[in-house]
């Protein structure tokens, strides 16, 4: 069982930055796919980004590509989630997820443990 822990949300205005952090529990930590997922109020879960075992591969959703930036450091067991240039529509609970596979995906169906999430309010 993989724990996941969120952290570094919190309220910002439009055009600011935001660090998320999400740690592991699992001391294998590089032998599993990491992604972030985000909810807004009345809308389904939906994918944002996503980092391969070793952070060579990395995919984002076309909404944050080029604001955002997925890294991860193995060592420390932390998937890391960069936000700049922060909008009110990317106000959502940021979530990060494993997956028990070396290799990424988009696909939320396909991650195997979720962290409760932390919540990114941007104002206007």
């Known amino acids: 069982q993989v724990q996941l822990v969120e952290s570094g949300g919190g309220l910002v205005q439009a055009g600011g930055s935001l660090r998320l952090s999400c740690a592991a529990s699992?001391?294998?930590?590089?032998?599993?796919?990491m992604g972030w997922f985000r909810q807004a109020p009345g809308k389904e879960r939906e994918f944002v980004a996503a980092i391969n075992w070793s952070g060579g591969v990395t995919y984002y959703a076309d909404s944050v590509k080029g604001r955002f930036t997925i890294s991860r450091d193995n060592a420390k067991n932390t998937v890391y989630l960069e936000m700049n240039s922060l909008r009110p529509e990317d106000t959502a609970v940021y979530s990060c997820?494993?997956?028990?596979?070396?290799?990424?995906?988009?696909?939320?169906?396909?991650?195997?443990?979720w962290g409760q999430g932390t919540q990114v309010t941007v104002s206007s």
């Open positions: 997820a494993a997956r028990g596979r070396r290799i990424a995906t988009s696909n939320r169906h396909e991650y195997d443990y």
């Open positions: 699992e001391r294998t930590f590089s032998s599993y796919a």
